[in-house]
């Protein structure tokens, strides 16, 4: 039986994960930043995209070289970028390998596929945009931790990330509530995924190692994420460095808070429960119907 290993080309990172048995394991996690500077250029820089490409050379090479099949998808940096063809381009001609650009509908689907089940509504902050689904309707939102920490620092003209963080931080806020300005509030229980909420939700579990397991028991309240962005504000940039859980998302996660929090409260969201089963997972069903595995 074929077995794949998918590679997620993410806003904030490429992830990883081999299939065992029909199952995902060890998803690895690579901070690339491709989508860094989107929201000012329209394009993804040569540094992002290089950089990238060097880590998604490796995996491929590694997921050949243990007999797996490399199936790749791209997300709303490649697929918002005047030059993300393009460099989905480079990566067939160079690697020979096939990257499918999701669509917004499609990023949202394959999340709520793995996730979804015995939920009213998920949501899946990335790096570059969000995903509202239920099971009538699924659409993506350009709001993202990279996509929106670029646009407070272009707001506020801030440079480092503790700068004027109130005017950050309404400025966030404003920007999601105007994408969300006519989604009607959400009833029932909602699930969140993505990097920023399973982060959030191991702060919020006094973790300083991430445990899948225990941050699927964490559940995420509007008033834990305001204590949660409190607590990451009084850190200050260098001690959020330090933070083995936040190394590589020292720099954007106060705004990724940001994101979570001005949704939960426009759509009345008073907790989330989270999974750490997301589009990677829902991507392998997906090769499975669609290579009839």
């Known amino acids: 039986m074929t077995e794949f290993a998918i590679i997620d080309i993410g806003s904030n990172s490429v992830r990883f994960a081999y299939e065992t048995g029909g199952v995902l394991s060890n998803k690895e996690v690579y901070t690339t930043r491709l989508g860094a500077g989107l929201a000012q250029t329209g394009m993804l820089s040569q540094e992002s995209m290089d950089k990238s490409f060097a880590v998604i050379a490796r995996l491929v090479g590694r997921a050949r070289a243990a ?18 063809r393009a460099f989905a381009a480079r990566l067939n001609d160079s690697l020979g390998l096939p990257v499918r650009i999701l669509t917004g509908e499609e990023e949202a689907r394959f999340a709520f596929d793995a996730a979804g089940e015995g939920c009213s509504v998920m949501m899946d902050v990335g790096g570059a945009s969000m995903q509202l689904v239920t099971r009538d309707l699924a659409v993506s939102f350009p709001a993202g931790c990279v996509r929106c920490g670029d646009i407070a620092r272009f707001v506020t003209g801030a440079t480092l990330p503790d700068e004027l963080r109130p005017m950050q931080s309404a400025a966030v806020g404003g920007y999601v509530y105007a994408l969300l300005k ?5 009833s029932g229980r909602a699930v969140g995924v993505g990097g920023t909420i399973t982060t959030l939700a191991a702060l919020e579990a006094g973790l300083r190692e991430f445990d899948p397991q225990a941050v699927s028991r964490t559940k995420l309240t509007q008033s834990g994420v305001r204590r949660l962005i409190s607590k990451l504000e009084s850190m200050g940039g260098e001690d959020r460095k330090e933070h083995p859980l936040l190394t590589e998302r020292h720099d954007v996660i106060l705004c990724g808070a940001d994101v979570v929090l001005a949704a939960m409260k426009k759509l009345g969201m008073d907790e989330l ?10 991507y392998l069903y997906e090769m499975r119907r669609t290579h009839g595995a």
């Open 273 to 282: 429960s989270v999974s750490c089963a997301d589009g990677m997972e829902g």
């Open 67 to 84: 007999g797996l099949v490399p199936a790749a998808y791209a997300t709303s940096a490649v697929r918002d970028a005047h030059n993300g």
């Open 182 to 186: 006519d989604v009607p509030p959400v």
